[in-house]
C-alpha cells in the first residue's frame, strides 16, 4: 500500500513537471506557462482557473498536445481526400477561420515550408518567405471529371478515354510557387509538372530555388 502511495506521488509529480515545460509566447514577447489548450481559436493556460488568450495574439506554443509550434490564425481553404465527398466538374471552395499550429519541416534562406493537420485530420502545407508575416497555405483541391452522364451530354468532348470518370488535382499550390520561383533557371519545367502535394516534393523545389541567385 505504502509503495503504491509513493507511486503516485511520484506519477503527481511527474505531470506537474510536464505541465509547466508547456508555454505560450504572445505578440508582445511575454511567456506565460501552464498547461496549453485550443478551443474555439482561445489558447487557454494553466489549470482551472486559468488564462484565456485570443490566438491573434500568440506566435508561438510549446504543448503535449501539438506537434508543431508556430501559430498562425488563417482563413483556412478546405480540401478532403475522401473521394466519396467529390463531385463530377465541381469543387466546393469551402473555407473556415482557424488557427493552425504548425511545424517547420524546412527551412531556408528563402523560403520556410511548414505542416500541420486540421480538427479532421487533414494535411495541409504553407510556406513562408522573408517577406511573409505570416505562413502562406499552398493551396490544392480535388474534383471528378468524365463519366456517363458527361459524355451522353457532349460525346465529342469526352470520347474515348474521356470517358471515363477520374479524379483531377487542381493544383493551385504551383501557380503560387510559380509566381515566387519562376524566374529561377535552375527549376527546370518538368519539375513543375511533377510538383505534388507531399512534403519530399516541395523540398526538392525549395532547394533548387535557394541555388538561384
Not at 480540401?79 to 517547420?104: C, G, S
Request: overall charge positive.
Amino acid at each position: 500500500m505504502k509503495t503504491a502511495f509513493l507511486n503516485l506521488l511520484l506519477l503527481l509529480a511527474m505531470s506537474s513537471q510536464a505541465q509547466s515545460n508547456d508555454y505560450i509566447i504572445k505578440q508582445s514577447g511575454d511567456t506565460i506557462r501552464g498547461k496549453v489548450t485550443l478551443k474555439n481559436n482561445v489558447f487557454r493556460v494553466g489549470t482551472n482557473p486559468w488564462v484565456e488568450i485570443d490566438a491573434r495574439d500568440v506566435i508561438k506554443v510549446k504543448s503535449e498536445y501539438y506537434k508543431g509550434t508556430v501559430v498562425v490564425p488563417c482563413r483556412l481553404i478546405l480540401y478532403t481526400d475522401n473521394i466519396d465527398d467529390y463531385q463530377i466538374d465541381y469543387y466546393k471552395r469551402d473555407a473556415i477561420d482557424t488557427v493552425m499550429i504548425l511545424q517547420e519541416v524546412y527551412t531556408t534562406p528563402k523560403m520556410n515550408l511548414y505542416y500541420g493537420i486540421s480538427d479532421f485530420k487533414v494535411p495541409y502545407y504553407f510556406y513562408k518567405t522573408p517577406g511573409d508575416s505570416l505562413p502562406v497555405q499552398l493551396v490544392i483541391r480535388y474534383y471528378l471529371e468524365g463519366g456517363l452522364a458527361n459524355y451522353i451530354n457532349d460525346r465529342h468532348k469526352y470520347m474515348g478515354q474521356k470517358s471515363k470518370l477520374g479524379i483531377v488535382e487542381d493544383k493551385g499550390y504551383v501557380n503560387q510557387l510559380y509566381a515566387i520561383m519562376g524566374n529561377c533557371k535552375k527549376i527546370q519545367s518538368n519539375v513543375w509538372e511533377l510538383l505534388s502535394y507531399r512534403e519530399y516534393s516541395f523540398k526538392e523545389v525549395i532547394r533548387k530555388y535557394n541555388k538561384c541567385k
